[in-house]
């Protein structure tokens, strides 16, 4: 279509060509006054208007068309970048995840964004632009004059109307550019944090709505490009047509001017070559042909790094499987070898059968194995030599969907998406659309540009493959889940700060209006009424800033002194009852101290931010207040009356302390009696009356079921008044409606905002909520405590009765809570025949491998990698003393270096002259001895001594010393161990 439009585009350029030199030689030129025209007797006169209208209108033809040419031309373009950049996107989805520790996500952002962008614009101009440019250079040669003038002042008669009409449509255009920028901003985060999480989004079956989402942004970027099109393209006409209206000036009235005999011929022939220019056309061809061997490079370098070996066949990724079979059968391991990036070994030679429904345990220090064991089984990795099957399937042979619906995973790290905590806890349950899109155009736009098939604005939680049936019984489920994690969740403390509209939560607002008089009564019986301020219409609340306390309301939303300066009414009702004279007197004092305490440049101190009033703000009351001095009755804009006022609407009087007195307080109670209704009134909804009897939007869940604040001195006691009101709810049915709370929590950018806290009970709920055949729980919830964590494992086991549950841990203590026990070290399972196959090695590789092993099984160098490892063991030397035997005593050198005990006890010492050796410690397997005297190169401390029999490997002061230097978490470690010497 493109290609027909611009060869029509030639007859229109022809018409603009010939017409004038019919003009010029039949109107103009007649050498008599009529002229004869398709049988019609014309006067040379109107002959002349009659050409120069057709002129006229082959101008504008010839003007819209290209203009339609130029719009196309863009469409075509973005449309295909648009293609290019989804279909790009949609390869590193299918990346294998060891391809992403090469290539960083910066480099795929860039190449995906600004690398691609040119590629656009070359797409659009591949078919037209050659033919346009050779076709218009042709064209332009028949017709070419000789000369070349300037025609007076008429050449540049339209220039001011062009000089104030393009600038205006400009800025307009600049405009939409801004818009343009922030929406890639936008779409290089997600495409970042996509990268970042494909593992997770494969796992958990969320590539087709990510990349729905990533559809939907595209067609963004998509509609305000089209808009900068047309309005720049509307321009350019605007321009083309404006300058072609000066030859119609020429023609017409320098015509008449010729024929009247007042202008020479040649003067106007001259001023009509000057607007013929042949060196436009092939400056745009070779700027084409230039542009092209640009692009090639572009287009080898990128589709280079987007075609990694090992990536995941696009058949088992795209569409629906025709089948998606349960995987609750046997897993097998059938001599499975898996390298890393590198080529090196990190699992050897894994035979192992995991019974379906079994509960799995699986002991491995080296964080290594335990990653490449968990990718392994979700097909994050391939190995390099063996095979998994999975219920008589081979695992690298089903469709991506069948793995994300049946195999779930959960690690302490787990990859969150910027959106809500629900969004990301759903993301199993959105494997497909289930209604039609909300936008039909934009739907079919993306499908002409070769997107996803998937509308991203539709419904697409399926509560079915959660094995419930609606949105009621998957809410419930996923509350169940949740208690999961035990009755003291930081999920619900977090609840209790949370603010929501009650419009979307109305039973809980009015479970928390009711529970209020027994939130108080527990809080007074357990003597904690000292710590929260109620709320009373008749007492001043020094919780409240002196605003709300003015008004006995809170704000529904946040409000800044924009949003105060246009309360008109509000301020003037102010000014009418002499409120504002009182509060800039009292906003004068507060500012007074605060400057005495923190300066101009203390704001970044977090005293001060703990007030909540912003830097800006606070330097600009200071300003006023410096500006009025000490007039009583300063005449103040509004604009610096709100400014003002934002001190009250921030500040308590608990956080001024002792500087707000009494008489402040009864001075503002007897202003709230005479005037709080009025100014109210006048706020309309920005503030919410505080009453016992409803709900206030601008109060946390934990103040709305106070209807009061906590006092910010109370210290630690704070903590047993949260701890009281989660169990007044409790008791009352309102902890699951509080919990649901954190289902709009909002995400950021990664899951930056989210303590571990929040992302582990995340990441457990993820892979749980689709009632996986098998479940992979790699160091889940590390930073719960142990008996938080042994109750969440109880509990799987009651939630998912048929699930095969496989736990992976650095170390497992209790080997009889597992159907089945696994060892794995250097990346080996732990048998009979490992060790068999250690004495084939010869004997220095043996006694490497075993103190790597032994090395590995001690608290503080578990999290070492291989290498490390290795090279600690190879300068650390056996070390085997006799029961009663002295290793070391008090005030030796200790360069001879540290003894980490293998097996056996031994006994530290402190000799004393006139008696017998003190006891001080009884140390063990795992122990490190005598790090102290190295790290502080001094002598001895103590004296150790074998108790038993004693298996030691001693580590020299230089690699002891290395390792610490150089391994963030051993010195962390050690730290640890040290802080645990000093007595408390």
């Known amino acids: 279509m493109l290609l027909v439009v611009t060869v029509a585009l030639f007859p229109l350029l022809y018409l603009t060509l010939e017409l004038p030199k019919r003009i010029i030689n039949d109107a103009i030129g007649s050498p008599s006054p009529t002229v004869d025209l398709f049988g019609v007797e014309l006067p040379q006169v109107t002959f002349l208007w009659v050409l120069c209208g057709a002129f006229l209108a082959a101008v504008l033809a010839h003007g819209l068309l290209k203009m339609r040419i130029n719009t196309m031309k863009g469409v075509l373009s973005e449309r295909m970048l648009r293609r290019f950049r989804y279909q790009l996107i949609a390869r590193t989805m299918r990346f294998p995840q060891p391809y992403f520790e090469r290539v960083s996500q910066g480099e795929l952002v860039s190449m995906i964004t600004a690398e691609s962008e040119p590629m656009g614009g070359l797409m659009g101009d591949a078919i037209s632009q050659p033919v346009l440019q050779a076709g218009q250079m042709l064209t332009i040669l028949f017709f070419l004059f000789a000369q070349s003038v300037w025609f007076g002042l008429a050449a540049v008669a339209l220039i001011p109307l062009q000089a104030w009409l393009i600038p205006r449509l400009q800025r307009q255009i600049n405009q939409l550019n801004k818009r343009r920028i922030q929406e890639v901003r936008s779409l290089a985060a997600e495409i970042g944090e996509t990268a970042e999480g494909v593992g997770t989004l494969r796992v958990n079956g969320g590539w087709r709505y990510r990349r729905a989402l990533i559809t939907h942004r595209l067609g963004r970027i998509f509609d305000i490009r089209f808009q900068i099109y047309q309005k720049k393209f509307f321009m350019k006409f605007l321009n083309n047509f404006i300058t072609q209206l000066t030859p119609f000036f020429f023609y017409s009235v320098g015509g008449f001017l ?4 007042l202008v020479s011929l040649g003067a106007l022939v001259a001023a009509l070559a000057a607007y013929k220019d042949l060196s ?19 287009w080898e370098v990128i589709i280079e790094r987007f075609a990694p070996p090992g990536m995941i066949d696009e058949k088992l990724f795209e569409g629906e499987p025709e089948d998606c079979p349960r995987l609750n059968g046997d897993i097998v391991l059938d001599h499975v070898s898996v390298r890393d990036v590198d080529g090196n070994i990190v699992l050897d030679d894994l035979n192992l059968t995991m019974p379906a429904g079994s509960v799995i345990g699986i002991a491995a220090p080296g964080a290594q194995d335990r990653r490449a064991l968990a ?14 099957t999975v219920a008589g399937y081979d695992l690298n042979q089903l469709h991506q969907q069948v793995i994300a619906r049946r195999i779930g995973h959960v690690s302490s790290h787990p990859v969150l998406f910027r959106g809500t905590f629900g969004d990301n806890v759903m993301m199993p349950l959105r494997f497909h659309p289930l209604s039609d899109p909300a936008d039909p155009d934009a739907f079919r736009e993306a499908l002409r540009a070769g997107n996803s098939p998937d509308p991203w604005p539709a419904e697409w939680t399926d509560p079915r493959l959660a094995g419930v049936e609606d949105s009621e019984e998957l809410r419930r489920w996923w509350l169940r889940l949740i208690s999961g994690l035990g009755p003291a969740t930081a999920l619900l403390r977090r609840g209790l700060d949370e603010r ?8 809980l607002a009015q479970r928390l209006v009711e529970l209020r008089p027994k939130v108080q009564q527990a809080v007074r019986e ?10 009373d219409p008749d007492l001043y609340n020094p919780a409240l800033p002196l605003a709300e306390n003015l008004l006995f309301a809170t704000a529904r939303r946040p409000i800044t002194q924009d949003v105060l300066a246009r309360q008109t009414e509000f301020l003037a009702l102010l000014r009418s009852q002499g409120l504002d004279v009182a509060i800039v007197q009292r906003v004068r004092d507060v500012i007074e101290m605060l400057r005495q305490i923190f300066g101009r440049d203390g704001t970044d101190h977090p005293l001060f931010r703990r007030l909540g009033l912003e830097a800006d703000i606070y330097e600009k009351v200071v300003d006023l207040v410096e500006k009025h001095g000490q007039e009583e009755e300063p005449e103040l804009s509004d604009e610096d009356l709100a400014t003002i006022l934002m001190v009250p609407i921030r500040i308590s009087a608990e956080q001024i302390g ?4 009494d008489e402040m307080k009864e001075r503002i109670l007897t202003q709230r009696k005479a005037h709080a209704a009025r100014l109210l009134q006048s706020l309309g909804d920005l503030f919410e009356p505080l009453d016992i009897n409803r709900f206030a939007p601008g109060l946390t869940v934990l ?6 604040k906590v006092s910010e001195l109370s210290g630690a006691r704070a903590e047993e008044l949260r701890r009281l009101v989660t169990e007044v709810l409790a008791e009352n049915g309102a902890r699951d409606l509080v919990i649901e709370l954190i289902y709009d929590l909002p995400v950021a950018l990664g899951g930056q905002n989210l303590p571990a806290t929040f992302a582990e009970p995340l990441a457990f709920c993820r892979a749980t909520i689709k009632r996986p055949d098998i479940l992979i729980l790699d160091q889940a919830l590390a930073s719960f405590d142990m008996e938080t964590k042994i109750a969440v494992f109880r509990n799987l086991r009651r ?17 009889r809570a597992f159907d089945l026990f696994v060892q794995i070290q250097q990346g080996r399972i732990v048998s009979e025949e490992v060790h068999g196959g250690e004495e084939e090695e010869g004997a220095a590789s043996a006694d490497l491998a075993r103190k790597v092993r032994a090395l590995e099984q001690t608290p503080l160098f578990s999290g070492l990698d291989r290498r490390q490892l290795r090279l600690l063991a190879f300068g650390a030397r056996w070390y085997e003393a006799k029961a009663g035997d002295v290793i070391f005593r008090k005030d030796d050198d200790a360069s001879d270096g540290a003894y980490m005990i293998i097996e056996g006890e031994a006994g530290l010492y402190l000799p004393h002259e006139d008696g017998e050796d003190e006891l001080v410690a009884v140390v063990g397997p795992g122990s490190l001895v005598g790090e102290l005297g190295l790290i502080r190169k001094e002598p001895r401390a103590l004296s150790m001594v074998a108790k038993t029999d004693l298996t030691c490997l001693r580590i020299g002061e230089e690699e002891f010393m290395a390792v610490v230097e150089n391994d963030a978490a051993v010195a962390f470690k050690l730290l640890q161990v040290v802080a645990g010497y000093v007595p408390t």
Do not use: C
């Open 258 to 261: 010729v024929i009247e005999g």
């Open 280 to 298: 436009s056309p092939w400056k745009e061809l070779l700027a084409y042909y230039n542009q092209t061997q640009d692009m090639a490079v572009r």
């Open 375 to 388: 990718e392994l089984l979700t097909r994050e990795v391939l190995p390099s030599s063996g095979k998994v």
């Open 500 to 507: 929501f509209d009650p419009r979307n939560h109305p039973e």
């Open 526 to 535: 357990a003597g904690l009424d000292q710590y929260a301020y109620f709320f």
């Open 658 to 661: 002792p500087a707000f007195t």
């Open 703 to 708: 103040e709305n079921a106070l209807f009061g």
């Open 799 to 815: 939630l998912l009765p048929e699930t095969t549950l496989i736990y992976l841990e650095p170390e497992l203590t209790n080997e």
